[in-house]
């Protein structure tokens, strides 16, 4: 659609994929060494994020290495007045759905929470000092209140906060498979780990694992074994905003984080 922009923020108070210039600022404002960049397709942004080149779909310029161009670009984007707002629609994500209300219930033998007749878990992944030489990523897994299956670990490989996201999610399906469950929704504040599992990988497999943008996948290894867990297994993925009060992914956000003060793997 007209209009549809992604501003990516790679070195910024908060990296990661932005909605509006405005959120995009509150990042990268008077933040030394801020590097950030527009672009019209969300792949690309996520592929500048992840450090990886991205194409010429790249709607403006990228600024790194000083703060003071980066200012320079608040300055012109503010002078301009220039606003570019996102909102998705059934169109954009058909395979995803942002978490609101649910029914739910409890099953207190097995201590699970049931979607219906799927079992419901969460998960996250964090990394301190991601994209830094002494970067500490973990995982999470949350079930429930006490539950035996809660799981902590440190990300093992390559420490950044994507891959244990991503790999937090192969864990929460590894072990459902364990217990042979069926049907399960993964509660998750990750859109990278959603989009490219529910919609950037079909594409990425017909053209031989490389994005459209040229390259290469970020994390297609990570991606490649998600892929092939989700063989077998009944899986609605559901994005559930991050630090937003929401218990189950504040537990697995805690979770993660205490995985990642723990010994490398």
Avoid at 48 to 71: D, M, R
Avoid at 104 to 128: P, R
């Amino acid at each position: 659609m007209k209009g549809r922009f992604y501003y990516a923020v790679r070195a910024g108070r908060k990296p990661g994929v932005y909605a509006t210039w405005d959120e995009c600022k509150e990042q990268v404002e008077k933040f030394p060494s801020a590097s950030f960049k527009k672009f019209a397709a969300e792949e690309d942004a996520w592929s500048f994020v992840g450090t990886v080149a991205s194409s010429s779909q790249a709607a403006s310029t990228e600024y790194s290495g000083q703060s003071k161009p980066a200012n320079e670009e608040l300055k012109r984007e503010a002078s301009s007045g220039e606003k570019h707002s996102l909102s998705f629609d059934a169109d954009d994500e058909p395979c995803t759905k942002r978490y609101k209300s649910a029914k739910s219930f409890s099953d207190s033998e097995k201590k699970f929470t049931y979607m219906g007749d799927a079992v419901a878990v969460y998960t996250d992944g964090c990394c301190s000092g991601n994209g830094q030489n002494r970067a500490r990523a973990g995982i999470g897994v949350y079930w429930g209140p006490g539950h035996s299956l809660n799981l902590s670990e440190r990300l093992s490989g390559r420490q950044t906060n994507q891959r244990a996201e991503i790999v937090a999610a192969c864990r929460a399906i590894e072990q459902a498979k364990e217990l042979n469950i069926e049907k399960l929704v993964i509660f998750t504040d990750s859109m990278f780990t959603i989009n490219g599992i529910t919609k950037w990988i079909k594409s990425w497999k017909i053209n031989g694992w490389k994005p459209s943008s040229g390259g290469s996948v970020i994390n297609k290894e990570d991606f490649q074994r998600l892929d092939k867990l989700t063989s077998g297994i009944n899986i609605e993925w559901m994005h559930v905003p991050g630090h937003a009060g929401f218990t189950g992914n504040e537990a697995a956000d805690s979770l993660a984080k205490d995985g990642a003060t723990k010994p490398p793997c």
